[in-house]
Nanobody
Framework: QVQLVESGGGFAHTGDSLRLSCVAS????????MAWFRQAPGKEREFVAC????????NYTDSVKGRFTISRDNAKNTVYLQMNSLKPDDTAVYFC?????????????????WGQGTLVTVSS
């Protein structure tokens, strides 16, 4: 049974940093591209960042470039999202997602497995 479990969300002020983690189980983690999406209240789920199985290819939505960094540790079956210079617009539930293969899609319908989400609240 595949499980993705996120942690690290919480409350932050503008300019603060948080690091999200997502631990995968029930899969051969190295076979999977991983991504982070987020969903703010009343809005659709939005792509944030993704990373290739090897960790060598990454992609980000424009609004987080230069502030967020996605990384992975395949030995620990874990993907991370380091979030710096947080803004109130970053407030959302953050989900990690995984899909088997080489490609790293940016649309949520391409991903097979999802975590339960972790809430990030950024106050001004």
């Amino acid at each position: 049974q595949v499980q993705l479990v996120e942690s690290g969300g919480g409350f932050a002020h503008t300019g603060d940093s948080l690091r999200l983690s997502c631990v995968a189980s029930g899969v051969t983690f190295f076979d999977y591209a991983m991504a982070w999406f987020r969903q703010a209240p009343g809005k659709e789920r939005e792509f944030v960042a993704c990373i290739r199985f090897s960790g060598r290819g990454t992609n980000y939505t424009d609004s987080v470039k230069g502030r967020f960094t996605i990384s992975r540790d395949n030995a620990k079956n874990t993907v991370y999202l380091q979030m710096n210079s947080l803004k109130p617009d970053d407030t959302a539930v953050y989900f990690c997602a995984g899909v088997r293969g080489y490609e790293v899609p940016t649309f949520h319908t391409a991903y097979d497995y999802w975590g339960q989400g972790t809430l990030v609240t950024v106050s001004s």
